[in-house]
């Protein structure tokens, strides 16, 4: 049997379908929902999916989903919509009752805020989900917001609609659980949930950067950020291949062009001098070990850097000054 309710009718019911959690969870064995927010988890050995709701007053979720870590085909458990969400990134699910119905054609929206106390925080793009009648955002995991919400006794929604009010008891405590079940579960399908404060400061740094240049979540691709022993001061060392970064608002790839793609050297001995990583654009970029025992980094070039001659690669290392190419 389900176990959450959004209050009553139809559109609630809808609402609760749409996160697709219903499809594979929501079947814990209680009965009575929690008095505030709490954490519902599912897995169907297909997908997993992990979520969290308002108890009243407004129709918000909030969730995290990928792979089972059983790998079962979702042709066998027909569980054939599911919710995938990259890592660090939860999925908001609002629903036409508090900010209205598409208009033609169901553009994204930047009209919606959550406001907590006096502080409000405006949601960049919501879309629009067709299938399942309902509106979406992508927030990063550590958004401000949510801190937010964690510490205010009530929740307002505002938008061209109008305002909606709900309880935030238990959103806190409810918001952790759900961080926690989010990042054991991807890092047992081998996709680190590691973000501020679970890495190094060169990692940290890296995560900090993709958050500022796509002005909120991304996807990341098997690839994108390399760890190294580039200078050999003890403190892991970072490469952010922005080709394997894509923002889900504005620019998709905002460093790359036709065929290159900036890659961005996070080095621990020069990164607090520079304030910034060492950038440089290439085709492909790899961690290449030499023969003082510490990494160096191999670009991958085409015809326009590489004389016209073919593809071509060049790897660069740590003098203890600086990154420069080898001879």
């Known amino acids: 049997m389900m176990v959450a309710s959004w209050g009553g009718g139809d559109d609630d019911m809808r609402l609760l379908r749409i996160a697709r959690v219903a499809l594979v969870m929501l079947l814990l064995p209680c009965a009575v929902m929690a008095q505030g927010w709490s954490l519902r988890t599912g897995d169907d050995s297909s997908f997993f999916t992990g979520a969290i709701h308002a108890p009243e007053g407004i129709e918000m979720m909030l969730l995290c989903g990928e792979r089972s870590p059983q790998g079962v085909s979702p042709e066998v458990t027909g569980n054939m919509e599911p919710d995938i969400t990259p890592a660090q990134v939860l999925r908001l699910n609002l629903s036409t009752r508090d900010i209205g119905q598409p208009q033609h054609g169901a553009p994204p929206r930047a009209d919606v805020m959550i406001v907590t106390g006096s502080t409000g925080y405006r949601l960049a793009s919501v879309r629009w989900n067709e299938m399942f009648g309902v509106w979406e955002a992508d927030l990063a995991a550590n958004d401000a917001v949510f801190a937010a919400m964690s510490a205010a006794p009530m929740i307002q929604i505002h938008s061209a609609a109008g305002v909606r009010s709900g309880s935030a008891a238990n959103f806190g405590t409810a918001y952790q659980q759900l961080i926690q079940y989010c990042e054991a579960q991807f890092a047992a399908i081998g996709k680190p949930w590691a973000g501020p404060g679970q890495g190094g400061p060169m990692q940290e740094a890296a995560e900090a950067a993709i958050m500022a240049e796509c002005s909120g979540p991304a996807e990341r691709a098997e690839g994108y950020m390399r760890r190294a022993n580039i200078d050999g001061d003890g403190v892991e060392d970072v490469v952010l291949d922005w080709g394997n970064v894509a923002c889900l608002q504005g620019t998709r790839r905002p460093f790359c062009g036709a065929s ?67 001879d």
Do not use: H, M
């Open 260 to 326: 290159n793609c900036q890659a961005s050297i996070f080095i621990s001995a020069d990164f607090p001098r520079r304030g910034q990583p060492v950038e440089l654009y290439a085709l492909g970029v790899s961690i290449t070990a030499l023969s003082n025992g510490l990494d160096g980094v191999t670009f991958a070039g085409g015809l326009s850097s590489c004389g016209g001659t073919g593809g071509c690669e060049k790897t660069w290392y740590w003098t203890g000054a600086e990154f420069t190419p080898l």
